[in-house]
Nanobody, 113 residues
C-alpha cells in the first residue's frame, strides 16, 4: 500500500525559509513533485523531480525554491527560501508510479507577519 507523509509546514514571516519533506513508501516512484492549493484557487504544480534528478519549477518559485530527492530513502524535499505571502497554501506531495498518481494529505504553509 502506497503512503506519502509530508512534514515541515508551518507559519513563517515574509522572507523566511521552510523545508518540506515527504516520505513515500510502498512503491518505487519515477517522478515526485510538490503541488500547492490556496483557498479559492486551483491546485498548481510547484516543482517536480525525476528519479535521475531532472527538475522542473513553476515560474513563480524559480530561484527561490529547490526540490531534491533521496532515492534510497524514497523521500522528496522542498527547500523554500525568500517566502512571500502569496506562497501561503496547502502543499501536497505527489508521486508517480506507473500507472498511478499518489497524493499525500498536505501540509499547511502560511507566510505572514
Amino acid at each position: 500500500q502506497v503512503q506519502l507523509v509530508e512534514s515541515g509546514g508551518g507559519l513563517v514571516q515574509p522572507g523566511g525559509s521552510l523545508r518540506l519533506s515527504c516520505v513515500a513508501s510502498g512503491s518505487s516512484f519515477s517522478v515526485m513533485a510538490w503541488y500547492r492549493q490556496a483557498p479559492g484557487k486551483q491546485r498548481e504544480l510547484v516543482a517536480s523531480i525525476m528519479r535521475g534528478g531532472f527538475t522542473n519549477y513553476a515560474g513563480s518559485v524559480k530561484g527561490r525554491f529547490t526540490i531534491s530527492r533521496d532515492n534510497a530513502k524514497n523521500t522528496v524535499y522542498l527547500q523554500m527560501n525568500s517566502l512571500k505571502p502569496e506562497d501561503t497554501a496547502v502543499y501536497l506531495c505527489n508521486a508517480y508510479a506507473f500507472p498511478k498518481d499518489y497524493w499525500g494529505q498536505g501540509t499547511q504553509v502560511t507566510v505572514s507577519s
